[in-house]
Nanobody
């Protein structure tokens, strides 16, 4: 059974940093690209960043460029999202996502609140 379990959310002050982790199981993690999404209160879920299966290529939404870094450790079946210079508008639930054979699989999400 496939599972995606995020961790690393919490309350952080503006300008602070957090690192999310998403531990995967139940599939061949190293064969698939992985993504992080955010869903702010009252808004639709939006793509933040994607990393290819080998971890060699990344994509970022404009809002995440130069502040967030997606990475993965295929030996640990884990994908990460390092978030720096956080802003109040980054307040959201963050989800990792796998797309496999045309189906999307989501983690349970972790809440990040950026507030002083």
């Amino acid at each position: 059974q496939m599972q995606l379990v995020e961790s690393g959310g919490g309350l952080v002050q503006p300008g602070g940093s957090l690192r999310h982790s998403c531990a995967a199981s139940g599939f061949t993690f190293s064969s698939y690209a992985m993504s992080w999404y955010q869903q702010a209160p009252g808004k639709e879920r939006e793509l933040v960043a994607t990393v290819t299966a080998a971890g060699t290529t990344t994509y970022y939404a404009d809002s995440a460029k130069d502040r967030f870094t997606i990475s993965r450790d295929n030996a640990k079946n884990t994908v990460y999202l390092q978030m720096n210079s956080l802003k109040p508008e980054d307040t959201a639930v963050y989800y990792c996502k796998l797309r496999k054979r045309g189906m999307d699989y989501w983690g349970t999400g972790t809440l990040v609140t950026v507030s002083s």
